[in-house]
């Protein structure tokens, strides 16, 4: 098993910037990239953001040149940060770990994007 706790998220103005951390726990090992989707009020979680163990990217092209997710093997943790941050950003974040047969979810962190 995984587990996946996320952190970071909280309410922000246009234009402004948050980390959003995820740190993983159990059996790493098994896992073959992380990511993050996000699910808006109404609308259906999507990917926004993916990261292999060789550390290859992909990202919704709505958050390209925005958004950068990295990770650090290290500590077992991966990042998202999002900068020049839009209304439409809005949304729970939610940290996915993707292993052989199976996907690990995070709890959901909260980002909010007001003026």
């Known amino acids: 098993q995984v587990q996946l706790v996320e952190s970071g998220g909280g309410s922000v103005q246009p234009g402004g910037s948050l980390r959003l951390s995820c740190a993983a726990s159990g059996s790493i090992s098994s896992i073959n990239g992380m990511g993050w989707f996000r699910q808006a009020p109404g609308k259906q979680r999507e990917l926004v953001a993916i990261?292999?163990?060789?550390?290859?990217?992909n990202y919704t092209d709505s958050v390209k040149g925005r958004f950068a997710i990295s990770r650090d093997n290290a500590n077992n943790t991966v990042y998202l940060q999002m900068n020049a941050l839009e209304p439409e950003d809005t949304a729970v974040y939610y940290c996915?770990?993707?292993?052989?047969?199976?996907?690990?979810w995070g709890q959901g962190t909260q980002v909010t994007v007001s003026s």
């Open positions: 996915l770990g993707v292993g052989i047969s199976t996907l690990y």
């Open positions: 990261i292999t163990n060789s550390g290859t990217t």
